[in-house]
């Protein structure tokens, strides 16, 4: 009897121990998975975020993941569809394990859904920490003016936007909000027809707000024209170049870092006719 209830004691002990260490491994594994997702998800860079977000590192750590934000975005009352009298929609999304995104977080995709840019902005009012900053998007008279959101940036693919083939189409330009401010149509002579002149999209980087309407209305099956953070979408010059004939590009170079950069050399003390015509027979 004595011999039976101890190894009824070794075997309860042995699924005791047993149980421990699967949980741990499910655990470690679990913990493995989810660095490996983070990491993919932070290297995202194509990610738009809603209007008036902190640049992505301080939002990473500013959002609390509440899901305020796509709430007003899904029940705001321009998203009424006037048929079903039902909303349609949300253009926020929280993101899932399945998207690319840090899980949690609000993003969009303008090819699914764009920004409608509200009036009244209602997605940045509702955010508890100001992850999405509302004074990012009040003009000087301190009113909400959804022309100063900034979630990237409009691109023109030129080899599949069939406005530069000759083929007339504006969706673009005339689903933009901004029609001839943020999108304007450039006139080009077509010279291989000779008859047929080309409307090109044309981009103000200035004026875009990246709400991605443009993007939704392509008519060809893969966008020629796209939305990209704006840092990934335009190049940086550099502080030591500048615009002469801008003067708050003068400005901003007084306190740029790295002033003891030059393109000074011994040909700058030169004239230009010394070294132009070098080796020149005339």
């Not at 993919?40 to 860079?45: E, Q």
């Amino acid at each position: 009897m004595a011999e039976k209830k101890r190894k009824v004691q070794v075997s309860e002990r042995r699924k005791f121990f047993t149980h421990i260490s699967h949980n741990v491994g499910l655990g470690l594994m679990g913990g493995l998975l989810w660095g490996a997702y983070t990491s993919k998800a932070k290297s995202a860079p194509l990610t738009l975020r809603p209007p008036a977000a902190l640049p992505e590192d301080d939002f990473m750590r500013t959002c609390i993941r509440c899901g305020l934000c796509a709430e007003a975005c899904l029940n705001r009352e321009s998203n009424i569809d006037k048929e079903t009298l039902k909303p349609r929609p949300a253009t926020l999304k929280m993101a899932r394990a399945s998207d690319d995104v840090m899980i949690g977080t609000p993003f969009f995709k303008p090819r699914d859904v764009a920004c409608y840019m509200c009036e009244d902005i209602p997605c940045v009012p509702v955010c508890p920490t100001e992850a999405l900053d509302i004074t990012l998007v009040r003009n000087k008279e301190h009113n909400l003016d959804p022309t100063l959101m900034s979630m990237g940036i409009a691109v023109v693919d030129s080899n599949s936007c069939i406005a530069f083939w000759g083929i007339q189409c504006d969706a673009c330009y005339r689903a933009c909000p901004l029609m001839d401010v943020a999108i304007k149509l450039e006139y080009d002579r077509n010279a291989r027809t000779g008859k047929h002149a080309f409307l090109k999209p044309v981009v103000e980087m200035h004026a875009c707000t990246g709400c991605g309407l443009c993007e939704m209305a392509c008519v060809t099956e893969k966008a020629a024209i796209f939305v990209q953070p704006r840092e990934v979408a335009l190049g940086r010059p550099g502080d030591h170049y500048v615009r002469g004939w801008d003067k708050k590009d003068e400005q901003r170079i007084q306190n740029r870092v790295g002033k003891d950069v030059t393109t000074h050399d011994k040909r700058s003390d030169e004239k230009a006719e010394d070294y132009l015509n070098m080796d020149v027979e005339y």
